[in-house]
């Protein structure tokens, strides 16, 4: 049985590994106009591309990195997608154009995967139900530290370097966790339960993964309360900067909102055990909801641009609504995957990825300087989000049996 010390020093690992994804975003929104000024614009790819596509990389990553999870273990296939990240780290690094910039970010996108995929698949192999949606928020609490801090210390590693320091701090982070994976880790796949890696048999267990209702279904809710905050992430040096004139300062903006995600994930993996995950999910949902309507009405009011002590507040309840979903609904999809939990990781952050990024590039080309869009981003997801979730609990949640 795990000793409480090394249980939280697994839980520590996990959080660090998954906060990769939130790095590689949250530390390079400083630098996304000075990338602009140094390598140019290159329509129709803009500075937004460098976000969003790079969670786009994500989901293809993750329709290869799950499976092979499932085949060959959770650690070789995390240790797998940390050096794809590094390739496509040094790609950026040494870019020359917006074009390369892109597709650095999108091959890390497809390396990041890894950590995401595989820890989650490693949460599962160990925990069920609301135990694992404790140990779920128990990790985004620890990881919500990471939004927190590294856009501010971003801004300063990016005046005294510029941005590309940013991906030399990429490659020294994936390059530690590695070490610290490879060192302290146990594999959590025992080899009597892992799956050949047989296109024929994924798209079996595939078919019968998405032809459950109830999965299918928290996909595209999972990716909507996603897609609501790479909406914001998106474009909100932008926001910041045309509708406040705000700049040097705004790591310290973005940190103040990052604590409402971590505030609701630590009282929610104190609480989910309690009243259940699907009890949070729906306070989750209505809060996302009525904050986004709030935001729709301030925009309209003060004519897209609320005064910036209440567009915090607002934002601040968006982001606390986010936090309690992150960990239930995963927590929620993850629960009847029974067999087959790193092609069904796979499947869900793929799908949900790929839901998030359209939906933010869709959200995103509204953008005009205001808190208009952003304000629709937030209702369009709480509620439909809502009703998804609401109709995958009448669905089916018996487990799905793996084809060998």
Known sequence: MTSPARFREHIALYACLTSLTSISIDAL????????????????????????????????????LGPLSDAIGRKKALVLGLCVYALGTVIAMLAGSLEMVVLGRIIQGIGVSGP???????????????????????????????????????????AVGGWRSV?????????????????????????????????????????????????????????????????????????FFDAYGIAETFPFYFSALATGIGLASFLNARLVQRFGSDTMARCGFAGLTAAGLAMLAASGLWGGRPPLPVLMVLAFSAFFAIGVLFGNLNAMAMRALGQVAGLGASLIASGSSLIATLFAITIGAFYDGSTFALSAGFLIAGASAMTLAELAARADASPVEAIR
């Open 29 to 64: 929104l400083p630098g996304l106009r000075q990338i602009g000024a140094d390598v140019g614009a290159a329509p129709p790819l803009s500075t937004q591309h460098v976000i969003s596509l790079f969670i786009l990389g994500m989901a293809f990553g993750e329709l290869l």
């Open 167 to 239: 991906f030399a701090v990429y490659l020294g982070v994936a390059g530690l966790l590695g070490l610290w994976l490879v060192m302290r880790q146990p594999e959590t796949l025992p080899p009597e339960r892992r799956i050949p890696f047989r296109p024929r048999f994924l798209v079996l267990n595939a078919r019968r993964i998405l032809s459950n209702r109830r999965v299918t279904l928290l996909i595209v809710a999972t990716g909507l309360v996603f897609g609501a905050q790479l909406v914001y992430l998106s474009t909100a040096a932008d926001l």
């Open 116 to 158: 995401k995929i595989a820890t989650r698949a490693m949460i599962r192999d160990q925990f069920e139900g609301d135990a694992m949606a404790r140990v779920m928020s128990l990790m985004f609490t620890l990881f919500i530290l990471v939004p927190m801090l590294a856009p501010a210390l971003a801004q300063g590693i990016i």
